[in-house]
């Protein structure tokens, strides 16, 4: 952007170094800004200019094409995730800094980085007892590493009323130590034969 530097500019008028304009004033003598075509340049490219990079062509018959442009998409870019600068943020930088699949297998990404995921596993229980592998794979890798999991086990049923041997079933879980992929779990059912354990799990890491 330019401002005004003709000889009859205002000087300083908004501070130092930002001229400005003025009318005039015929009984002090004072003459009214002369106008220059870099001035005119300057304005008129600075706004088509905005208009343009919101794929707008410029129509002289339209007067609130600035204003359209403005509302659009392609005048403010996206900064990149993890873009922590002062830069203007827009609605797809939400986006993606807080990617998430909501599946049953799924995931949560936060813009500190951090990574939250979840899942389940079913270990098949033919016959009690018994000692079933169980290892759980995370929908997505961690690109650094994972921090802590927590891993629960229980008979695959919403209804442990069903069956009279559900209720008091028992199992335990022996988890190993996360990767930044899975980790390998082992299930050691009790009693209720014939009955699938399902291992829910919760996993932070980043």
């Not at 908004?14 to 800004?33: D, S």
Request: charge should be neutral; hydrophobic fraction near 40%; glycine fraction near 8%.
């Amino acid at each position: 952007m330019r401002r005004i530097s003709t000889a009859t500019k205002v000087t300083d008028k908004f501070g130092a170094g930002k001229h400005g304009f003025t009318n005039g004033n015929a009984a002090l003598g004072t003459a009214a800004t002369d106008l220059e075509d870099q001035w005119f340049d300057h304005v008129q490219e600075e706004l088509a200019n905005v208009i343009e990079a919101a794929g707008i062509a410029v129509d002289g018959s339209v007067r609130t094409q600035l204003l359209s442009a403005l509302r659009a998409a392609g005048v403010f870019q996206t900064p990149t995730t993890g873009d922590r600068s002062t830069k203007a943020a827009t609605t797809q930088m939400f986006s993606n800094e807080f990617l998430a699949s909501k599946a049953a297998n799924g995931y949560q990404k936060l813009p500190s980085g951090l990574i939250i995921q979840w899942g389940e596993v079913r270990a098949t229980a033919p016959t009690a007892p018994i000692s079933q592998n169980a290892d759980i794979t995370f929908p997505i890798a961690f690109p650094n590493a994972a921090f802590q999991i927590s891993v629960s086990c229980g008979v695959a049923t919403p209804d442990l009323d069903g069956n009279a041997a559900w209720r008091p079933a028992k199992q335990t879980t022996n988890v190993g130590t996360p990767t930044k992929t899975g980790c390998e779990c082992v299930v050691h059912i009790e009693n209720s034969t014939g009955q699938d354990r399902n291992l829910s799990y919760i996993v932070i890491g980043y």
